[in-house]
T-cell receptor, first 110, second 113 residues
Framework: GDKVKQSPSALSLQEGTNSALRCNFS?????VQWFLQNPRGSLINLFY???GTKENGRLKSTFNSKESYSTLHIRDAQLEDSGTYFC????????????FGAGTRLAVCP | DAGVTQTPRHEVAEKGQTIILKCEPV?????LFWYRQTKIQGLELLSY????????DGGAFKDRFKAEMLNSSFSTLKIQPTEPKDSAVYLC???????????FGPGTRLTVL
């Protein structure tokens, strides 16, 4: 089964609204990274987390290692937030390898 | 500081050819990764180097894929011979050290005819 399961797989948002993306882990994640892959294909770093919460502008992310999940909250969605969001788990003892989820495709509409 | 750079950005190869993709990590980073991204399989790790030593060679990709790190600031991924199923985006990433944040290059889009 999927070691890193992302939900939803796709999402459409009206500009200005809020939403949350989620990753559930069936492996013992010790760190989490969130990326946005833009239409050109570049992976942009959003957050690097140990257990806890970080905030950056309209984005906020939480990593709860005890309950094996991470969330990414988008507030006041803008057109430029469109793209595919990936979470990736770093696993203890795995030499810094990241295990990626399948991604959430987000479309923000005017 | 320059980020991770990859060349070429696009590559088209005939089946059976040898291709070499190149990556320069962020200056000072000790860990370097090669990933492959396809619509069906998503992002898969191909190789992982720590301080130029190969730590992981990606198991299923061993046969025709060979990554090398010639010095701390340059890595290559050779695919020999190429097959149409190798068509994908190949991404290089680097991080400062163990469990540190990984930064990705823009990728090389490979098409094998």
């Amino acid at each position: 089964g999927d070691k890193v399961k992302q939900s939803p797989s796709a999402l459409s948002l009206q500009e200005g609204t809020n939403s949350a993306l989620r990753c559930n882990f069936s492996i013992a994640a010790t760190t989490v990274q969130w990326f946005l892959q833009n239409p050109r294909g570049s992976l942009i770093n959003l957050f690097y987390l140990v257990p806890g919460t970080k905030e950056n502008g309209r984005l906020k992310s939480t990593f709860n290692s005890k309950e094996s999940y991470s969330t990414l909250h988008i507030r006041d969605a803008q057109l430029e937030d469109s793209g595919t969001y990936f979470c990736a788990a770093g696993i203890s003892g795995s030499f810094n390898k990241l295990t990626f989820g399948a991604g959430t495709r987000l479309a923000v509409c005017p | 500081d320059a980020g991770v750079t990859q060349t070429p950005r696009h590559e088209v190869a005939e089946k059976g050819q040898t291709i070499i993709l190149k990556c320069e990590p962020v200056s000072g980073h000790n860990d370097l990764f090669w990933y492959r991204q396809t619509k069906i399989q998503g992002l898969e790790l191909l190789s992982y180097f720590r301080s130029k030593s190969l730590m992981e060679d990606g198991g299923a990709f061993k046969d025709r894929f060979k990554a090398e790190m010639l010095n701390s600031s340059f890595s290559t991924l050779k695919i020999q011979p190429t097959e149409p199923k190798d068509s994908a985006v190949y991404l290089c990433a680097s991080s400062r050290d163990n469990y540190a944040e990984q930064f990705f290059g823009p990728g090389t889009r490979l098409t094998v005819l």
